[in-house]
């Protein structure tokens, strides 16, 4: 069962990333507190669920909840998450349901483990490998990739936790930026291509990972350096060890963190986000000019991209579409009226400035085209003469099987129609899309330290061409099935003494 929101009902045309984690070790830090506003940064990468786990070197101890960051934690419930190390997470579920069972981080105990594990990213071989664990004697509690990483971290082969990751980490595929406790350390771990970011800063004496830089900005960290990757960060009083787990493979961080994920005020690979995309508006801008008297973007990821289309055309931008911003992500269903209204529960057009216009609309994507066509068609409403489409990416024909949940091929709009049927589809009078070529010179790092699979087909690790994100929860005798019960998050007890 999948809870359907409101909001979602209104940015179903989206992209939706998997995961915001963020980790800090500090002594003499508010360690939960920290983390619940660097969870706060990385709101827009995930608004399903969220949780911190907080360590004071004898124990952990947990919070998590279904909400957004600001609904699931209050001043008492950050006072009981004592200590000098905490993990959080935010999330959006990629393998596993919407529900609190599969809420993260995910905390296993036995006898001589305890350890709490957040995860942005996406196993692509968890069904297989699930199976796999079943039948050496592993048990299950939640439906998600996440706990056959807790488990194997935890309970697996080896003499100590570094060893057991170290045997752990050619059992995984896919892709998965982790941050991880014991009652003592902090871990940071990266899949060996990098798909998903991870940085480390650093903020005072105390070391601090989050999914993206703005996280670190908003605590008040200094960005030190990426986690590199298949390298583990093992932190504690020591400060900061480093270990090569998995032989490093060509990197391939995902290209869409720079068109649409990540926030705008983040860096990857030393390139700030908000650059890239107006760098694509710029290049796009080269490859489809439009006669037009005003630019518009679709507020507020595609803004960067149409300042630049702007800039390189020398057509004025305006502020042609007001979004709601606070809207967000709620747990109320609108009435079906309210739904019938669609896309003005999200956007409002200003016909002031557009009347009588022929406007260059930007955004940043098309998945299934039923976002962008009420799009047009209020533009068109609110008066303007000419709408001319364009998007700084380049058609969306592949799903993603990396740690977001797109549409699946057959529903992706671009694997369906050519160029100009989208064009008629969506009403415009033109339609222009960036080339991957245009991208990957906007992003300024090597195409071939990117993921493009999405655009290509063609992914850095083996995928599985039919993955479901319910695949846990659908496979017989795989793992439980969804039941109502199952509505605790999952922090396991810790075992009774002998
Ligand atoms: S397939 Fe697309 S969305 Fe998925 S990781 Fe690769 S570039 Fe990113």
Redesign the pocket.
């Known amino acids: 069962m999948t809870i359907k929101t409101g909001a979602r009902d209104t940015d179903q045309d989206k992209l939706h990333e998997a995961c915001g984690v963020f980790g800090i070790f500090g002594r003499g830090e508010d360690a939960a507190r920290i983390t619940f506003f660097g969870l706060h940064a990385l709101q827009h990468r995930g608004q399903e669920s969220a949780g911190i786990v907080a360590g004071d070197g004898h124990r952990l101890t947990a919070h998590l909840r279904m909400g957004l960051v600001s609904q699931v934690f209050t001043e008492e419930d950050l006072l009981g998450l004592r200590g000098h190390i905490a993990v959080g997470h935010t999330r959006y579920s990629t393998t596993g349901s919407s529900k609190l069972n599969n809420a993260q981080p995910i905390v296993v105990r036995t006898p001589s483990c305890e350890f709490a594990v957040a995860h942005n990213g996406n196993l692509v071989n968890s069904a297989p490998l699930r199976e796999k664990m079943l039948e050496e004697g592993y048990t299950f509690r939640t439906t998600t990739d996440t706990e056959l990483i807790a488990r194997l971290f935890c309970e697996g082969p080896g003499q100590d936790l570094l060893d057991r990751i170290r045997r752990a980490v050619p059992r995984l595929q896919g ?1 998965y930026s982790l941050v991880m406790a014991t009652p003592d350390q902090l871990f940071a771990l990266r899949d060996p291509v990098g ?1 998903r970011p991870l940085c480390l800063g650093r903020l005072n004496s105390a070391w601090v990972v989050a999914s993206e830089s703005c996280a670190l900005a908003t605590v008040g960290a200094t960005y030190v350096r990426e986690v590199e990757p298949g390298e583990l960060l093992v932190i504690d009083d020591q400060g900061v060890e480093t270990y090569q787990v998995s032989e490093r493979e060509s990197q391939a961080t ?3 963190e720079y068109i649409y994920f990540a926030r705008p005020d983040s860096v990857i690979n030393n390139r700030l986000v908000y650059l890239a995309r107006q760098e694509m508006g710029r290049e796009l801008a080269r490859e489809h000019p439009a006669d037009a008297d005003i630019v518009i973007a679709v507020p507020d990821s595609a803004v960067p991209g149409g300042i630049g289309y702007a800039q390189e055309s020398g057509i004025p931008f305006a502020e042609g579409l007001v979004k709601n911003r606070y809207i967000g992500r709620t747990f109320i269903q609108p009435d079906q009226r309210l739904r019938e209204m669609g896309i003005h529960l999200k956007l409002n057009p200003l016909p002031e400035v557009l009347a009588d216009k022929r406007v260059v609309v930007v955004d940043d994507s098309i998945v299934r085209g039923s976002t962008t066509k009420p799009i047009v068609r209020l533009l068109r409403e609110a008066g303007a003469k000419e709408v001319h489409v364009r998007i700084h990416a380049p058609p969306m024909r592949h799903p ?1 099987y ?3 949940d797109t549409a699946r091929r057959n529903e992706l709009i671009a694997a369906q129609k050519s160029v100009d049927e989208i064009k008629d589809f969506l009403g415009a009078d033109s339609l222009g899309y960036l080339s991957l070529d245009g991208l990957v010179r906007a992003v300024k790092v090597s195409g071939s330290r990117l ?4 655009f290509t087909g063609h ?1 850095p690790v083996p995928v599985q061409l039919d993955f479901d994100k319910f695949a846990l929860e659908s496979r017989d005798g795989c793992c439980e099935p969804i039941s109502e019960q199952m509505v605790e998050p999952f922090v396991e007890p810790a075992p009774s003494k002998k």
């Open positions: 892709a798909v995902c290209i869409f993603c990396l740690g977001v993921c493009q699979g999405c992914y």
